[in-house]
């Protein structure tokens, strides 16, 4: 299996309700690749995901690091873009001011990442070599082999790639790189002729 199949399950068995909603492409108010359903809702619903667009929450830095993360973890291939062109960076910014429990695991994982790459690299992460933010993420992106002194990174990096993996697979692009057709409408042929002639109609 390989990374977009494994991310693919990852991104299809962690949705939530309030992902998908977040996510879904409907018509009504957008910023970036999220937008807002007006169709059937309470108009404090609408007000509520207004505000939250309006708002936020990371700052440019932090949202080139998770810019750069998330295109690690979902590049670009022959079939689909990547993470950050299906506007994966705007979903995660709308997904912690909606749900805010995944707040200080996020922003607290990116200095996590900052302060290790300024020691081993005297960097931040956005400005290191392409060779050594891979050496660094390899340290944490493998749960069972990770050292017990990198488990934070771990944590963070597992939440990272989780909400990388929804953001995408929710996103237009993701729906189209899984192949997904919705719903269509089946061609009537009538009724099959075994079933006239089970009950006598076959020359009716």
């Known amino acids: 299996m390989n990374r977009r199949d494994s991310l693919k399950a990852i991104g299809i068995g962690t949705l939530s309700a309030g992902t998908l909603l977040a996510a879904c ?36 830095h932090e949202l080139a690091t998770i810019t750069i993360l998330a295109d690690i973890i979902i590049p670009k291939d ?5 993470a950050s062109d299906a506007k994966v960076t705007d979903f995660i910014e709308f ?34 070599t392409a ?11 493998y749960p069972m082999m990770a050292k017990p002194a990198m488990q934070q990174g771990v944590v963070f990096f597992n939440k990272m790639r989780e909400l990388t993996a929804i953001g995408f697979f929710t996103s237009k692009m993701g729906i189209q790189d899984l192949g997904y057709q919705g719903n269509a409408p089946g061609k009537w042929e009538g009724v099959p002729q075994h079933v006239l002639k089970k009950y006598g109609l076959e020359n009716v």
């Open 95 to 128: 997904l912690v001011k909606d749900e805010p429990e995944h707040q200080l695991p996020m922003r607290g994982g990116l200095r996590w990442l900052d302060v290790q790459c300024l020691n081993r690299y005297n960097d931040a992460f956005i400005d290191c």
């Open 131 to 141: 060779k050594q933010q891979t050496n660094l993420l390899d340290e944490i992106a």
């Open 78 to 82: 022959g079939k689909s873009g990547s």
């Open 25 to 60: 492409k409907t018509p009504g108010e957008s910023k970036g690749d999220i937008q807002i359903d007006k169709a059937g809702r309470q108009d404090f619903e609408v007000t509520r995901d207004e505000t939250i667009l309006k708002g936020t929450f990371f700052n440019s």
